[in-house]
């Protein structure tokens, strides 16, 4: 079964600085979805970035990107300029391409921003 | 916004009650998605439903149950309710079933006292 696998329950960046938020995973499969979900005190979930395990390319979006490592089953989250609004709850997650593959999520990460 | 919506925002019951749940997908969105997270933890896949009929099952409880009417909108029950059921439930929605991109509603959550 897949796994996702988030090692910090908590993390502080000073405003304006970068931050990575690690994530591994544990599949077979050779293609698959990876997400960074974002939930701020609203708890609302919101999208921040995806990957397909396919493209080479590394995702951007922004200040946002991923550095996606597939032989070492790795998927960090960088944030550049970090900004007062990027506090909140941090998902790694991973969908199989199967048909009706559920969404797995990491137990997240804590980001405070220092002004 | 997301367009998903989700009703009630707050529920506080007591133990062994039973509770419904609420939710309206994108519109022209098929699929609908339950999850549950606990304090402070990450989301967990209960059901999803497509186009009214049941495609995967998670970890739901056999205390849960969850259908998909035909305009679409979607509702989880929740019966004999626990302490431990206390928790945020989300519904994401998708065009397709296997769209990988899900788009969650605001959540409700789930007192039980």
């Known amino acids: 079964a897949q796994t996702v696998t988030q090692s910090q329950p908590e993390m502080s960046v000073q405003e304006a600085e970068t931050v990575t938020l690690s994530c591994t995973y544990d599949?077979?499969?050779?293609?698959?979805?990876l997400f960074w979900y974002k939930q701020p005190p609203s708890r609302q979930m919101i999208l921040v970035i995806r990957?397909?395990?396919?493209?080479?390319q590394n995702a951007t979006e922004n200040r946002f990107s991923v550095n996606f490592q597939k032989a070492a089953k790795s998927f960090s989250l960088k944030i550049s300029d970090s900004q007062l609004g990027d506090a909140a709850m941090y998902f790694c997650?991973?969908?199989?391409?199967?048909?009706?593959?559920?969404?797995?999520f990491g137990k997240g990460t804590r980001l405070h921003i220092l002004p | 916004d997301s367009g998903v919506t989700q009703t009630p925002k707050h529920l506080i019951t007591a133990t062994g009650q039973r509770v419904t749940l609420r939710c309206s997908p994108r519109s022209g969105d098929l699929s609908v998605y339950w999850y549950q997270q606990s304090l402070d933890q990450g989301l967990q896949f209960l059901i999803q439903y497509y186009n009214g009929e049941e495609r995967a099952k998670g970890n739901i409880l056999e205390r849960f149950s969850a259908q998909q009417f035909p305009d679409l909108h979607s509702e989880l029950n929740l019966s004999s309710l626990e302490l431990g059921d206390s928790a945020l439930y989300f519904c994401?929605?998708?065009?397709?079933?296997?769209?990988?991109?899900?788009?969650f509603g605001p959540g409700t959550r789930l007192t039980v006292l």
């Open positions: 599949t077979s499969e050779s293609d698959y979805y």
């Open positions: 997650a991973y969908r199989s391409p199967r048909r009706d593959d559920k969404i797995i």
């Open positions: 990957q397909e395990a396919y493209k080479q």
């Open positions: 994401a929605s998708s065009v397709l079933s296997t769209d990988n991109e899900q788009f």
